[in-house]
């Protein structure tokens, strides 16, 4: 497993930008392919996008895709969620995982087995 610590959580009035990051510890990124899942108060898990090993290919579900970007910097050990034109449905704790499985894509938080502890972000209308 690998120590995961997001980061760039806040409040931001709808139809504007944040940019979250994971950084991870003692051990490289580029052994595994990321994702971003949040939780919103009272709802289930969701899944936001997932990125390959190299960054090549990346996913994304469906209330994010056009809105929100994921990328990584292997050199920086780093994966980033940069998200625009924020809605107030967008509200909720976002988590970085992190796997070794080849389902990545398929968006279930099941198959990574390492999270951070999340990051708050707040949409406001």
């Known amino acids: 497993q690998v120590q995961l610590v997001e980061s760039g959580g806040g409040l931001v009035q709808a139809g504007g930008s944040l940019r979250l990051s994971c950084a991870a510890s003692e051990r490289t990124i580029s052994s595994y392919a990321m994702g971003w899942f949040r939780q919103a108060p009272g709802k289930e898990r969701e899944f936001v996008a997932a990125i390959s090993w190299s960054g090549s290919s990346t996913y994304y579900g469906g209330s994010v895709k056009g809105r929100f970007t994921i990328s990584r910097d292997n050199a920086k050990n780093t994966v980033y969620l940069q998200m625009n034109s924020l809605k107030s449905e967008d509200t909720a704790v976002y988590y970085c995982?992190?796997?070794?499985?080849?389902?990545?894509?398929?968006?279930?938080?099941?198959?990574?087995?390492?999270w951070g502890q999340g990051t708050q972000v707040t949409g406001s209308s």
């Open positions: 995982a992190a796997t070794t499985s080849g389902r990545y894509y398929y968006g279930r938080g099941a198959d990574f087995g390492s």
